[in-house]
């Protein structure tokens, strides 16, 4: 393998690890965040997750679900926090802390099937009222603001996205009802 083959692998390893890491950066912060509720220790502690993600990456050879793979990273991480602050203080016990780890993981899954449900059901809806819907979240505008833009009037506009959020909770009630995980 030439230099330039290996640069351009680990480039393209880098390139795929920024992707992954980009989608779920959010989630493993908000998981970390849930159990470490200082700013500066979470700060710390995403940054060295991240470090050991970008290590390990490089090493496996198959990560199924990148997002958990990162979740159990910060959660090691987590523990080690935790058992290093217990000689200053005492925080939470094991016990507890595993407790709070495993509801977050729960809620979090759920979390995400709520998610994928409702992007599928976005997608289900007639393409004025996705627009009408993507405008109004992506662009954080006001009811009266949006009826501007689309010229229809303020109280057929409330109207109307009354149906629509009623489809979309419909459909997404549907979609979990049947999702096996789900419970």
């Known amino acids: 393998m030439t230099r330039k083959d290996l640069d351009k692998r680990q480039f393209d390893e880098g390139s795929h690890f920024?992707?992954?890491?980009?989608?779920?950066?959010?989630r493993i912060y908000a998981f970390i965040l849930?159990?470490?509720?200082?700013?500066?220790?979470?700060?710390?502690?995403?940054?060295?997750?991240t470090e050991v993600m970008w290590r390990k990456f490089q090493e496996e050879d198959d990560i199924r679900d990148f997002c958990a793979w990162g979740k159990a990273i910060a959660r090691n991480k987590i523990m080690n926090f935790y058992a290093r602050k217990k000689r200053e203080r005492v925080l939470f016990d094991d016990?507890?802390?595993?407790?709070?780890?495993?509801?977050?993981?729960k809620t979090s899954s759920k979390e995400e099937l709520r998610v994928q449900a409702?992007?599928?059901?976005l997608h289900k809806l007639r393409p004025n009222d996705r627009h009408l819907i993507q405008v109004?979240?992506?662009h954080e505008i006001t009811i009266k603001k949006l009826a501007e833009e689309v010229k229809r009037p303020v109280q057929g506009l409330y109207k109307?996205?009354?149906r629509i959020h009623h489809?979309?909770?419909?459909?997404?009630?549907?979609?979990?009802?049947?999702?096996?995980d789900y419970a």
Do not use: F, G
């Open 18 to 26: 920024v992707t992954q890491l980009t989608a779920c950066q959010h």
């Open 34 to 49: 849930t159990l470490v509720p200082n700013w500066s220790d979470a700060d710390d502690l995403m940054q060295e997750t």
């Open 95 to 105: 016990a507890l802390l595993k407790d709070v780890i495993e509801r977050e993981e």
């Open 118 to 121: 409702l992007q599928k059901c």
């Open 136 to 138: 109004l979240y992506e």
């Open 160 to 162: 109307a996205m009354a």
């Open 167 to 180: 489809a979309l909770l419909q459909c997404v009630r549907r979609s979990l009802s049947t999702a096996e």
